[in-house]
T-cell receptor, first 115, second 116 residues
């Protein structure tokens, strides 16, 4: 099966600029996740969608980060304006459903550098 | 809040050496435990998982992990490592935190380098 697709692979922007990342989950997967992985740390969940609804966005900095999954398939994550501390790898993952028994499948991530 | 600690940040072994990576979590209730692996240039992938039953679980590529509830630990082991095991290993816990039934809390990762 095709895996989780993410683009772009790399992005370099200056602080205060905006950036958007795109994710296409595995076909048929109802649940989609965005994780942030800062260098030297483990991935941290930013937002979880079940179909096109938000299940958990408690750790999403909503003053600058936004995400949507309008048709319950693809998703975009946006940062506006970016700060230096947003430099990280942004991982998208999907699972068949949101239950504990449903393993997460990760994409290769987008490496963001904010200068 | 739940947390996961991985004590070894960087491990260097020779081929055929035995491996044990430590993982401790903080959560008093029922947990599901995972080890994920990220090979160089690849995406995170599931190595093994523990939900219930036999506390010794076996995963892919000869890896195994033992859940010790009294120690809040889920250490990863492999009797004989290969050069191809060079990767970063992440321990994760899923405690159904905040209503999100599949929210994983990851440790900081252990970078394993196996020398041929």
């Amino acid at each position: 099966e095709a895996g989780v697709a993410q683009s772009p692979r790399y992005k370099i922007i200056e602080k205060r600029q905006s950036v958007a990342f795109w994710c296409n989950p595995i076909s048929g997967h109802a649940t989609l996740y965005w994780y942030q992985q800062i260098l030297g740390q483990g991935p941290k969940l930013l937002i979880q969608f079940q179909n096109n609804g938000v299940v958990d966005d408690s750790q999403l900095p909503k003053d600058r980060f936004s995400a949507e999954r309008l048709k319950g398939v693809d998703s975009t994550l946006k940062i506006q304006p970016a700060k230096l501390e947003d430099s990280a790898v942004y991982l998208c993952a999907s699972s068949e459903d949101g239950t504990n028994n449903s393993p997460l499948h990760f994409g290769n991530g987008t490496r963001l550098t904010v200068t | 809040a739940q947390s996961v600690s991985q004590h070894n940040h960087h491990v260097i072994l020779s081929e055929a050496a035995s491996l044990e990576l430590g993982c401790n979590y903080s959560y008093g209730g029922t947990v599901n435990l995972f080890w994920y692996v990220q090979y160089p240039g690849q995406h995170l992938q599931l190595l093994l998982k523990y939900f219930s039953g036999d506390p010794l679980v076996k995963g892919i590529k000869g890896f195994e992990a033992e859940f010790i509830k009294s120690k809040f630990s889920f250490n990863l082991r492999k009797p004989s490592v290969q050069w191809s095991d060079t990767a970063e290993y992440f321990c994760a816990v899923n405690a159904g935190y905040g209503g999100a039934t599949n929210k994983l809390i990851f440790g900081t990762g252990t970078l394993l380098a196996v020398q041929p």
